[in-house]
């Protein structure tokens, strides 16, 4: 019955700033972690960003310092602000959450159909 739908995605140049929004048939407060995933050109897989339910947050190697992940509970909304975007950057992004403890993506119950970004020169 958990459904996650994400918005916000398109396209920007580089250095731009995008931001990716995710909202879900549950009250946040359900969900334990919540986080994005992207897949890349070459099929390359990493875990973008995620946010449990007490503050603690992770970032991927290539997100910190220009991405930041916030919890809106009143929307029941998860948000990915990216800034100074990279063509590196380029994919669909995912949006997972579980209702239990698991930083790791493969651990994330539940999940969006994902989100294109494109990020061009």
């Known amino acids: 019955q958990v459904q996650l739908v994400e918005s916000g995605g398109g396209s920007v140049q580089t250095g731009g700033s995008l931001t990716l929004s995710c909202t879900t048939s549950l009250h946040i407060s359900e969900l334990f972690v919540m986080g994005w995933y992207r897949q890349t050109p070459g099929d390359k897989r990493e875990m973008v960003a995620h946010?449990?339910?007490?503050?603690?947050?992770n970032y991927g190697a290539s997100a910190k310092g220009r991405f930041i992940i916030s919890r809106e509970t009143g929307k029941n909304t998860v948000h990915l602000q990216m800034n100074d975007l990279k063509i590196e950057d380029t994919g669909v992004y995912s949006c997972?959450?579980?209702?239990?403890?698991?930083?790791?993506?493969?651990?994330?119950?539940?999940w969006g159909q994902g989100i294109q970004v494109t990020v061009y020169s």
């Open positions: 997972g959450a579980t209702t239990g403890p698991g930083g790791a993506p493969h651990t994330w119950r539940y």
């Open positions: 946010k449990q339910k007490g503050g603690f947050t």
